[in-house]
């Protein structure tokens, strides 16, 4: 009886050793182990394709994936990495990439990241952060310059070209405004972003390639003076100015006969305002060239992380060329980051495109812009500098300040931020 019990547990020890490498070779596979993607939800279009490349992913790996879609993603964020306890996957946008990977809770992404080399490389750049490149484009906007049609017409205009320089930019704005109507030549919302263009146009910058402060500049000036005068000359303003609320509402309802907004412009127009004519080139040339803003969002990994190799693998997966082409197909607004997939995403839009009137071959404007794009970025605790440079922007719109003062007030943020 004492040999039989004996055997008895020698069999439940073996099989129960046998058992545990059975789960311990599940687990290197992929298999039993889950993994969440944090992000915010897109339009449904957006959301079907994620979810569809979600569960592909999850048939061919054997890895699960909970996607928690956020409703405010930057708070909600901030709060699991103060408790420690966050996604192993998650959104970032460019403009916080510094201040998470500087608290770091992003894991590196260097070598990590497959076939970097089918990236636009300027989207790279953006998600490089003090020489290390810590994760991959997930998919991307830029500026562009969209246009009234029946306005230019009216006034006996050619269409803007890529060709054009802020002087053509001006004269055109100049010649479509029309008090009487209530229309202006050109929405400038008096913000950072939407500055930022000609910023570098003028061949400024906020910070040089060293990271010293350059931002009080001739070149600040003549991109200042530039950008205040549509409003002082009453032929360009805020959104506010013709009763909108952001440039796209402007633009829409024929208030404002140009606007600079990004490809999420495009689906808003042909649903709120389907009986616009309109259509979609490049930003103006400035004195030192090309510039637009891109802006973008990636698939970053978590540094705490238990299972790095699953999350990189879902993360691959997503921004490869297969994911790539998903995002072209679905997608209304943002572009995907892969240059093989810039062909798919326009001749998806000219689909969709062929009973609005709008050009497919417009929308190409946006996909040119990323070979040339600047990111919307600043580094960790430079709010203040932004919420000073938008207030003093606006003070000088109306009148109440001049360049100088705005370089003034924004130099007194930026030199307490740097002496600390």
Aim: glycine residues 8%; aromatic residues 12%; proline residues 5%.
């Amino acid at each position: 009886m004492k040999f039989t019990r004996f055997l008895s547990l020698l069999l439940v020890v073996v099989l129960a050793f046998t058992s545990l490498g059975l789960v311990i070779a599940q687990d290197d596979e992929g298999e039993g182990v889950t993994i969440t993607l944090a992000g915010w939800s897109s339009s449904p279009a957006e959301d079907e394709a994620l979810q569809a490349a979600i569960d592909d992913f999850m048939a061919e790996t054997g890895i699960n994936v909970e996607w928690q879609i956020n409703t405010d993603h930057n708070v909600q964020m901030q709060t699991a990495f103060a408790s420690g306890d966050y996604p192993e996957v998650f959104y970032i946008d460019s403009s916080k990439l510094p201040e998470w990977a500087t608290a770091g809770v992003v894991a590196v992404g260097e070598d990590n990241i497959e076939d970097q080399e089918g990236f636009f490389p300027a989207l790279l750049d953006i998600f490089t952060f003090e020489g290390t490149l810590y994760c991959p484009p997930k998919d991307f906007s830029t500026m562009a310059l969209q246009y009234n049609k029946d306005l230019f017409d009216a006034a006996g205009l050619d269409y803007p070209t890529p060709d054009w320089t802020w002087d053509d930019l001006r004269a055109a704005a100049e010649a479509l405004t029309d008090e009487e109507a209530g229309v202006i030549g050109l929405v400038t919302p008096p913000e950072l972003p939407r500055f930022l263009p000609f910023l570098y146009q003028a061949g400024g910058a906020i910070f040089d390639d060293e990271g010293n402060y350059v931002f009080d500049s001739d070149e600040t000036r003549q991109a200042l003076e530039y950008y205040a005068s549509f409003a002082l000359d009453g032929i360009g303003g805020a959104p506010s100015a013709v009763d909108a609320g952001w440039g796209g509402e402007a633009f829409g309802t024929g208030r404002a006969a140009m606007a600079m907004e990004g490809n999420w412009v495009i689906k808003y127009l042909l649903d709120n305002f389907p009986d616009l004519n309109w259509g979609v080139t490049e930003l103006p040339q400035g004195p030192a060239g090309r510039a637009t803003m891109a802006f973008t969002v990636c698939y970053g990994v978590a540094a705490d992380n238990e299972h790095p190799e699953e999350s990189w693998a879902l993360v691959n997966y997503l921004t490869g060329e297969e994911g790539a082409r998903r995002v072209a197909e679905a997608s209304f607004g943002p572009m995907p980051a892969r240059i093989a997939a810039a062909d798919v995403y326009l001749e998806s839009w000219a689909e969709r495109a062929a009973d609005t009137g709008l050009d497919p071959a417009d929308l190409e404007a946006f996909v040119t812009g990323a070979d040339y794009g600047k990111p919307w970025v600043l580094p960790p605790g430079w709010s203040a500098w932004a919420d000073a440079f938008n207030a003093t922007l606006q003070r000088a719109f109306a009148g109440d300040a001049t360049v100088d003062d705005i370089i003034f007030e924004t130099s007194l943020v930026a030199e307490e931020l740097l002496s600390e």
